[in-house]
């Protein structure tokens, strides 16, 4: 027993992640933990879309479950449990049956890699961004599986557009991870501010990414200028096509082909592809993060930094938290006084509660320092999420044409000359460290 | 300090898996079926990559193989009728040449075993996995550079042949 107790708290102490640190329970803490977190997200995310979605076109979005229809992706959840599972009777059975879970193992298993802090990862490793490219990519054969097993035209046809579409903005998506990597080898902060930190050997691990852009003092987006901002904008084009979103969302495009490639899945095993596209999103979201958005590290940390900023940035998490519990009271009060309401009352004031209560602790000092880090990676990727439902809102959907010459005609071209440029862009600065000392 | 992951256990599971995916590969006769076996056995081998200390195969193996080449293999397989296929009866007797191979590399595979104790370097190589892409990429622009850029020439040759077989017009 008190070996146990040895084991998990030994792991306190050292400064790795679980998986680094070769300690079996934290690991198995970590992934329930990144899977538990991952879910709640992707609840919210289906609300946060309806809703926002919804007052982009000037409606209201779902209001009658629970106060503001905060209650709905769990009634929705609830109905596709208890719907009716149907196999086509054409269908190959066993694909039918295993393309689903291609798609969810694929979309979950990269989160093993994502660094939501210096140690808050399940593991680290040396080839991390190929790790989640690769998995990720993986998640293309369980929609062409899934689009063959229908039998079924609108999925079949589907499919092919999927991994057509999903092969060719790989190639664009791998440029612009590339031109970020090589980024990771060079010194100093790029074309203007101090090129004090030391080159490094360039490394694929996620957490090496992010404490790359530590060291040199600066994000990869603001690199070489405009250099990491157009490699930037290559992936945030290319993410969304591999996400299969609007306004790439040829695969499922409504209008023409019903559904796309889920059209003949019904009750959980759709909800499983539909839980794969979000945790997805996530995974290409943080992927943009940790590349070029500084992963973990507070915002502005040349302009603002100090002690004092430091406090400041550090009350953020708590701060958030507190504003949504103000939120929910705010709604509270506003609420129709009327005895049918006070249940809704009751329970939005409670989850305005805990919500408080989570924004309180975190402004114990040792919480906010030890979890900040997890706080600033999830809202740039939240930042992420919301950029997907406005597009959804506000693009319309691309012709397959069009599709493809944005995929090999301009954003191939462009992620080759950057990756260039940044090569030449780096051996200008070494040359120039070298003369230099 | 850490028990290391690379145990005889996954080493078995792993190697079954490959096994089995290759059977399935040449059994089946549907040929989705035979590609997701292929896919299997390919994952299955990225997992051995790894065992070996080797993340830099294992990754690009995933990529390549199961998220590129095979995607590409299912995208012309949807295309053929299946149904059609799966009645045609396989013209090509040759098993007598594949019994002959494959007694061959097993014949070759057992020397190696029982006779090429001096053919390896005695000891155990020390696992290098924190830097193995770095030691790769000095590798591959360092001592190979002149291999590794007529090998990416002849794959521009090849890309570019495509293109002028595939379109007569551009």
Redesign the interface.
Known sequence: MHQVVEYIQSYLSSNLTPGGAGNWFWATVYVLAVFVGLSIAVIAMNWLERKILAHMQVRLGPMRVGPHGLLQPIADALKLLLKEDIIPDGADKVVFWVAPFIVVLAAFTVFVVVPFGPTHAITDMNIGILFMLGVSSLSVLGIVTAGWASNSHYPLIGALRSSAQMVSYEVAMGLAVVSAILMTSLHGAGLYGAGAAGAGDGTLSMIGIVQAQLEQGVWFIFKFFPLGLVAFFIFAVAMVAETNRAPFDLPEAESELTAGFHTEYSGFRWSLFFLAEYSAMIAVSSIAVTLWLGGWLRPFPNALQGSTWDFVFSLFPGATFLFLAGMCFYNVARMPKHPLFKIQMMGLAAFGALLGLIGLVLFIPQVSARVGDIFWFSAKVAGFMYLYIWYRGTFPRYRFDQLMKVGWKVLLPVGLALLILTAVMGMRTEIWEAVRR | ???PVATAFFFYFLSATVIIGGVLVITRK?T??SA?AL?TALLAQSGLYLMLYA??V???Q??LY???I???F??VI??ISIERTMKERQFNKQWLVGIAAAAALGALFIAVYTKGRNLFPNGRLQPT??????AI?SLLYGQYMFAFEIASLLLLVAIIGAVVMAKKRI
């Open positions: 300090m850490n028990p549907n989705v079926h997701m896919i993340p830099f294992a990754g690009v995933i990529i199961a998220g590129g095979m995607v590409l299912l995208f949807m295309l996995e924190t830097q193995n892409t770095q990429g």
